[in-house]
């Protein structure tokens, strides 16, 4: 159950002028135009329901607010962060089409700050003049646009409508801290703070954020706690306030939070493990807790991106009579570091831990409680039989999630082309499909299907059914030596499994027996990514 509180203030002219230079930003003083400003805002807040789903909902409202650093594509499926990544870019390829143009197109902000009256002329002239003021401000954020160009827009608006909207105002307050405004982020607090009874979780984000980088890093610990009355704070939360502490000299408070965060189960993110790494470059006494996060990365298969692993190999060489030496190296196919001939753990499965994740995975994911969610008795026990009556495969594809990387409306000739490949390469196929994939239409042509079919054994479930079960029944079933097909990471079914000890466990196998396409490009021969076996 939710509620909403609507609050309708007045904010006097001395709290926001502080905001306006008028000697560099251009304009008339707004002292001479307009005596009181109303800012209207709307705060929100949830009672009840699962406390991760509310989190979830507010970081998706305040997306648009965080400035974030884009980093590289990834290069192995495997890599951290790339499911969400590649799911965003996924999204947006699906929302371009070409045909169409686009609407409500991105306004071009002015390069240098404006009078009220060529506001007013670029308002005019604008495509769409509603919310002019909130879309320009949004574009300022993309281009990372001069403060001063911000203010003088917030000048016009004040003169032009007597208001500054709450979320106009908090596009501001997110230029500011992402451009590293200190005194104008200190404005904004003072403001807001004197003026709302409370502020949303969008806001104090920002706040905690800001403050962390400056002098006043200690107040960002007052707002955290402030969030804490009504929601757990995000990953991202804490790490910016561990930032702050590590920034400051104050280590035990940084790692005091470090143990909050983790006791609470969430998860954090690299550039809080970087600042405790970093932390432990100048403040020994806390070579536990590094290595306790060492650790939780190797369980939970969270891979350091470079900057991370830049202090964590100075950290390393840092450690007083150990003498480590850190250098940056590869890893051949066979496993084996090119830099010290070290021979990394193996991901190929010995019979005994096949059989034991054989049997756990039978059990908890194939025949496990809520299977038939995902399909129905009958079904499953048809592909039984089927699976029975073939010969032991050598790869299993998942079609539609194979189908779907390609071009849209060409699915059946991407399915057909990796088909090809691995026929080629005389290995025994089955393709996993839905029933509608055997409709004639432009995604599915009927002849593509049918040279499938001929080059692989088929298997076609309800077009309600999940296939991934099915997928590694038969996978499982065949033998240690079939691969699959799919770039699905198999996180739902590796949650069913009932200890860490097994989990780890499948992600061994999966790293092992799991190809992913590195590239698809139509008529061209189909790639997988290269995998490191061990020996």
């Avoid at 909130?134 to 574009?139: C, G, K, L, N, Y």
């Avoid at 917030?154 to 997110?174: F, I, K, N, W």
């Avoid at 298969?301 to 100075?314: G, M, N, R, S, V």
């Amino acid at each position: 159950m939710s509620s909403l509180l609507i609050l309708k203030t007045r904010i006097c002219l001395k709290y926001i002028s502080p905001l306006f230079n008028p000697s560099t930003a251009g304009f008339t003083p707004l002292n001479n135009v307009i005596s009181k400003l109303s800012v209207s805002s709307r705060l929100s807040c949830t009672k009840g329901g699962s406390r991760h789903a509310g989190n979830n909902r507010k970081e998706d409202r305040q997306r648009e607010f965080n400035i974030r650093e884009r980093l590289p594509f990834p290069k192995s499926v495997f890599a951290s962060g790339t499911a969400k990544r590649t799911a965003e870019y996924q999204k947006k390829r699906a929302e371009e089409e070409p045909d169409f143009p686009r609407k409500n197109k991105r306004v071009k902000p002015p390069d240098h700050p404006l009078t009220a009256s060529e506001w007013k002329s670029l308002k005019m002239t604008s495509p769409n003049p509603d919310r002019f003021d909130v879309r320009m401000m949004s574009s300022m954020l993309a281009d990372g646009t001069d403060i001063n160009v911000a203010k003088s827009l917030l000048a016009y608006v004040a003169m032009d409508t007597g208001t500054l909207s709450y979320e106009l105002l908090l596009r501001y307050l997110t230029l500011c801290v992402g451009s590293g405004h200190h005194s104008e982020v200190f404005d904004m607090y003072d403001i807001m703070r004197s003026r709302f009874r409370t502020l949303d979780t969008g806001a104090s984000s920002l706040f905690i954020k800001g403050f962390s980088r400056t002098e006043r890093w200690k107040e960002a610990l007052t707002i955290l706690e402030n969030i804490k009355r009504a929601i757990t704070p995000s990953p991202r939360n804490y790490g910016d306030t561990i930032a702050g502490a590590v920034l400051h000299g104050d280590g035990d408070t940084a790692w005091a939070l470090y143990a909050e965060l983790m006791e609470k189960g969430l998860i954090p993110n690299q550039e809080t493990w970087q600042a405790l790494f970093q932390c432990g470059l100048s403040h020994q006494g806390h070579e536990d807790g590094l290595q306790s996060i060492l650790l939780h990365m190797r369980d939970n298969q969270i891979y350091p991106e470079e900057t991370l692993a830049k202090d964590i190999k100075a950290w390393f060489e840092s450690l007083p009579e150990q003498k480590w030496i850190g250098s940056w190296s590869t890893v051949d196919p066979r496993g084996v570091c090119r830099s010290c001939q070290a021979e990394l753990e193996s991901i190929q499965l010995s019979r005994e831990e096949y059989s034991q994740l054989k049997d756990r995975v039978m059990g908890d994911v194939i025949q496990g409680r809520d299977v038939f969610n995902k399909t129905t008795p009958e079904e499953l026990e048809s592909f039984k039989n089927f699976v029975k009556r073939k010969p032991a495969f050598d790869v299993v594809i998942d079609g539609l999630n194979v189908a779907n990387i390609g071009i849209k409306g060409n699915q059946s000739q991407t399915l057909l082309e990796v088909v090809s490949e691995l026929e080629r390469q005389g290995l025994v196929i089955l393709v996993l499909g839905r029933k509608h994939m055997q409709r004639p239409s432009r995604s599915w042509d009927r002849h593509d299907m049918s040279l499938v079919q001929q080059k692989a054994h088929c298997f076609f479930t309800d077009n309600i059914s999940e296939d991934d079960p099915f997928l590694l029944y038969a996978t499982l079933h065949s033998g240690n030596h079939c691969n699959f097909v799919s770039r699905d990471l198999m996180r739902d079914h590796k949650a069913c499994l009932p200890d860490g000890a097994t989990r780890r466990l499948f992600f061994k196998w999966q790293r092992g027996h799991q190809l992913v396409l590195s590239s698809y490009t139509p008529g061209k021969r189909v790639r997988f990514q290269v995998r490191v076996t061990g020996r």
